[in-house]
């Protein structure tokens, strides 16, 4: 493996990962703001503002988790290059296709 895949291997795994931690913080934050606005404990001059953030956390982590992979040494990951739906969500690698010889059919029961 070369340091250009390696390197965008780990890039797309770490985005990912970026992207999950940025959802379990988004809806904890939702649920702890909900818990406040439960208990009347929620102060009106940082409701709107920590709201917004929360939810811009939560957008940015499933906006990350969407994405599709990024591997411009595979040449499929830039702007106009070939689509490719058969990826690995996590690293980009393409996935491996299985392969049956010609003779190889199924007969039946």
């Not at 390696?6 to 379990?24: D, Q, T």
């Not at 439960?38 to 940015?60: C, D, E, K, N, T």
């Not at 411009?72 to 980009?92: C, F, K, M, R, Y």
């Amino acid at each position: 493996m070369s340091y250009a895949s390696w390197h965008w291997r780990m890039f797309n795994i770490l985005a990912r990962l970026f992207g999950l931690l940025a959802c379990v913080g988004g809806l904890v934050g939702l649920v702890s703001v909900f818990i406040e606005f439960g208990a009347h404990q929620f102060p009106a001059s940082a409701s709107w503002l920590g709201l917004a953030l929360i939810l811009f956390v939560l957008a940015m982590g499933i906006a990350f988790l969407l994405v599709r992979p990024y591997r411009p040494d595979l040449e499929q990951g830039a702007i106009g290059g070939p689509q490719s739906s058969s990826v690995n969500w996590w690293t980009g690698e393409p996935k491996a296709r299985a392969t049956m010889a010609s003779n190889n059919r199924w007969r039946g029961p």
